[in-house]
């Protein structure tokens, strides 16, 4: 289980008040606090001066340590090889990177398929690829009247021989839902398709296993799990080998150097190698990963608590409207919520005048909006960290009460 006083004593902001009152930091699905470790490995690489990378001196070896060490910390997050991770600005950049590589293999005739439940981050990428390319756009839907379930008849229905790409989440960024990830990606490689999951909202909550699930590629972000502005890809290594990338010369010709384009942030890279450092510290075990393995389950555990609080809650204020599961299970603790009479901006806004951090309107996930019907605005998103408190679930709770 999680030690919720010793866990937030690792986040400096959390200490941070706004008139008297301690900040409830319920925004975490768009980026969550730095733990101290990773800021002081940050600072401690520009304190003791780094390099670039190639360089037969001591700052450029000790810079290649610090990438290498990144690779290698990922790659137990992930349950993937040191060599099939590549670091970028952001899951984004990576994703239109990969994306222009990938499309170099499709020809007319050719379809991919994308999910509505998706961050636009991993639809429009896909989408102005398959124009370039003159290739099909399917979709899998899911039932807003069924907890926002992915509906995998439509996944069924879509995909084909000629299908090469399926792309989804692991879990919504605006209403939780998690997405069968083995199922979806057995199904795209039953047709010859490749996957690419995106694992950003994901990732600060559960478990990430790309050899169980067998993905062929995976996206997430640090600072989306205690770290820094780093994106983070997976590519099964015979991929990053095999496609082409888009790239300066002259450049390095072998995997996953290929994949990175200019000068990396090196510091960033000491924070990510902290921030799993960090999950793995609240896990037991003899390696890495069996920490982090660890340390996901007392997550897990943990989060559950505060998902029945916060949803035997909701269920009692009149006037206001839950998008997505009702129950702790198929979730992550990420809420989507309407109030009636009042604006999302209005309801955030609000919020915000008393301390507790939440958004409000798309959050880029476009097509779940559409679905819904709650574009433009959009909705309330509130969102729970294991470094988040019963108390805060409750004040946040007694909030929204209060506009109704």
Known sequence: MIDIT?????????????????????????????????????????????????????????????????????????????????????????????????????????????????????????????????????????????????????????????????????????VGTLTPVSEIVDRAHDVGALTYVDAVHYTPHGLVDVRSTGTDFLVASAYKWFGPHTGCLFGKADLLESLEPYKLRPTHDTAPDRWETGTQSFESLAGVTAAVEYIASLGTGETRRDRIVSAYAAISAYETTLTERFLAGIGHIDGVDLYGRGTPEGRTPTFAVDVAGTSPAEVASSLGALGIFVWDGDYYAYEVMRRLRKDPDGLVRIGFIHYNTVEEVDRVLDALAALT
């Open 6 to 174: 010793s866990a937030r004593t690792t986040f400096p902001a959390l200490s941070r008040r706004l008139d008297g009152r301690t900040v409830a930091y319920l925004d975490g699905p768009g980026g969550t606090q730095v733990a101290a470790p990773v800021i002081e490995a940050m600072s401690r690489f520009m304190e003791v001066g780094g390099s670039n990378l190639g360089g037969p001196f001591a700052t450029s070896v000790e810079t290649g340590e610090v990438v290498n060490g990144a690779r290698a910390a990922v790659a137990d997050l992930f349950n993937a090889d040191p060599g099939e991770i590549v670091f970028g600005q952001n899951m984004t950049s990576l994703t239109y990177a990969m994306s222009r590589s990938i499309a170099r293999t499709w020809r007319r005739g050719d379809n991919i398929v994308l999910s509505r439940l998706d961050h636009d981050a991993n639809v429009s990428p896909w989408l102005q690829a398959a124009k370039d390319a003159g290739v099909t756009v399917r979709y899998v839907d899911f039932d807003p009247d069924d907890g926002c379930s992915l509906e995998l008849e439509t996944l069924d229905r879509a995909i084909d021989r000629y299908t090469r790409l399926v792309a989804f989440t692991h879990a919504s960024n605006a």
